[in-house]
């Protein structure tokens, strides 16, 4: 099965870009790469998720390694609000797998 | 109108009982979902379903039985409760489990006393 590997805690400040890494070597062709977040005593989020290129959306951009063995998702200006825990899962075409995530620190 | 809702949001039971949480989603999703977030916050998948058929069965005891009456529910059926079925259990559902957003109920915090 198609792993991920994320920091466990990060920090960053409060209004500046966040980059928050996934590492995922034993990608298949056919896995996309998604990105949830979990906000404090509420179910996991949708933010993203792309197969090979860069993807863009209200929330987040999604840059995508050309050899696709990791990720990192850019949060252009954190705000306090965006202080949850992170997972980067892998969606092969019969498992849907949530790794440990990256709990992200806010500081105001 | 809320797109995954579940019921109930707390449930507090004793051991040996029969207990089952009812999950609905209202936006014409193929496929639906079990998770078990335990106390170290580690969120397993336990089952999925598309169009009312398993295709997901992770290694789960079968005191855990997932019923899906149409396409719109899946609910969690969890029979002769152990203190170690303490969690949270989150219902979802997406259009597929391949390319498109998962929507995630509220939770439900099960405790076994």
């Known amino acids: 099965d198609a792993k991920t590997t994320q920091p466990n805690s990060m920090e960053s400040n409060e209004e500046e870009p966040v980059h928050l890494p996934c590492n995922h070597s034993t990608i298949s062709g056919t896995d996309y790469i998604h990105w949830y977040r979990q906000l404090p005593s509420q179910g996991p989020e949708y933010v993203i998720h792309?197969?090979?290129s860069n993807v863009n959306n209200r929330m987040a951009s999604l840059a995508i390694a050309e050899d696709r063995k990791s990720s990192t998702l850019i949060l252009h200006r954190a705000t306090l609000r965006d202080a949850a825990v992170y997972y980067c899962i892998l969606t092969p075409l019969d498992k849907i797998i949530f790794g440990k995530g990256t709990r992200l620190h806010i500081l105001p | 109108d809320t797109a995954v809702s579940q019921t109930p949001k707390y449930l507090v039971t004793q051991m040996g009982n029969d207990k089952s949480i009812k999950c609905e989603q209202n936006?014409?999703?193929?496929?639906m979902y079990w998770y078990k977030q335990d106390s170290k916050k580690f969120l397993k998948i336990m089952f999925s379903?598309?169009?009312?058929?398993?295709?997901i069965n992770e290694t789960v005891p079968n005191r855990f039985s997932p019923k899906s009456p149409d396409k719109a529910h899946l609910n969690l059926h969890i029979n002769s409760l152990e203190l170690g079925d303490s969690a949270v259990y989150f219902c979802?559902?997406?259009?597929?489990?391949?390319?498109?957003?998962?929507?995630f109920g509220q939770g439900t915090r099960l405790t076994v006393v």
């Open positions: 936006l014409g999703h193929d496929t």
């Open positions: 792309g197969l090979t």
């Open positions: 979802a559902s997406s259009q597929n489990h391949m390319d498109t957003e998962a929507f």
């Open positions: 379903y598309n169009n009312k058929e398993l295709i």
